[in-house]
């Protein structure tokens, strides 16, 4: 799945080719994909034809577009949304995967409208239109806008950690009440949003922490220094188009993001650790998977039995 820095790679994509544009049609070709919409398919079209995108905004993996009637048009990609500028027309066949079609309209009138496309091969991404509520903090709702308008589907999702408005000192006395273990509460987007399993993994490797461990366990200054490593982490693979591993994932322009290459625990199980060649180890936490190096993080106490049956997953 997506997480923040393949979900910001598409935001500033798409804040560079739709802000401004007027929505003039919507197709949606499967109603599933307009699931969280209480007036389903119908309701959706209505509400965002003829609507201005004012811009398009992140938080964590969580993405919107303040519309010009207050509302917000708030998209999730999911493990497999893209959004593609193909030129299709109306009544054109469909893309492979395409399940909603949107025709726009540039505000500069010397510019032709063109279409833009939701790609979602597993369709576990969804759009929908909302209404919006005040930041309780009085800081702009997310990355991408000025406006502290903040659409009601998202209003869960708590700040990451590239956010300007991001309280690290909050969060880390939020994280260290939690008797959970660490990586589980790295994955709580109500408490921190943005990571999932690819950059938690890597930041707890590069912190030299376990993700078993309590997080309730650890210093404030180990928490600290774990989100700081998440987010070096994260400018980075920005830098690179964040981490493709197949054709899921791609940017707006249909290219895969290179950071894969720079990862050093995730998707690696089996191989030696990059700092002292021990073999990586994986394990299932929470129904997700957690590699890591036993010699570079130690495992809890307790983690000895998991540990054994985990060698082989």
């Known amino acids: 799945m997506p997480e923040l820095p393949e979900a910001e790679t598409v935001r500033k994509g798409l804040a560079a080719r739709i802000r401004g544009c007027r929505i003039e049609d919507v197709e949606i070709f499967v109603p599933r994909i307009v699931r969280s919409q209480p007036g389903g398919q119908e309701e959706f079209v209505q509400l965002l034809r003829g609507r ?3 811009d398009v905004a992140r938080r964590g993996k969580f993405m919107w577009s303040l519309l010009d009637d207050g509302n917000s048009f708030v998209f ?26 949107f025709f726009l309209s540039p505000s500069d009138e010397g510019k032709d409208s063109f279409s ?11 759009l929908a239109i909302c209404e919006t509520v005040s930041t309780t903090d009085g800081f702009p ?21 590239l956010d300007p408005a991001f309280e690290t000192r909050r969060v880390v006395s ?16 109500s408490i921190v949003s943005g990571f999932g399993n690819i950059y938690a993994d890597e930041a707890l490797f590069l912190s030299g922490v376990h993700g078993a ?25 920005l830098e690179k188009g ?13 290219n895969a993001g290179t950071y894969a290459q720079s990862l050093r625990v995730y998707g690696r199980s089996g191989k030696p650790c990059s700092n002292c060649a021990t073999q990586l180890q994986s394990a299932v936490m929470g129904g997700r998977s957690h590699v890591y190096c036993i010699h570079c993080q130690k495992p809890p106490r307790g983690f000895r039995q998991e540990l054994k049956v985990a060698r082989n997953i």
């Open 52 to 54: 201005v995108i004012k």
């Open 76 to 101: 999730h990609l999911g493990m497999s949304g893209q959004f593609r500028f193909l030129n299709i027309a109306k009544k054109d066949p469909l893309a492979r995967h395409e399940r909603a079609r």
């Open 116 to 126: 833009m496309s939701f790609i979602d091969q597993r369709i576990f991404g969804s």
């Open 141 to 161: 709702a997310g990355y991408g806008t000025e406006s502290i308008a903040l659409p009601v589907l998202a209003a869960h999702i708590a700040r990451d950690i």
């Open 174 to 189: 939020e994280i260290r009440k939690r008797r959970s273990a660490i990586k589980t509460v790295l994955l709580n987007q």
């Open 213 to 237: 461990r309590l997080a309730s366990s650890l210093s404030a200054k180990k928490i600290e220094e774990i989100l700081v490593r998440g987010r070096e982490l994260m400018l980075i693979s």
């Open 242 to 254: 964040g981490t493709s591993f197949d054709s899921l994932y791609v940017d707006i322009n249909g």
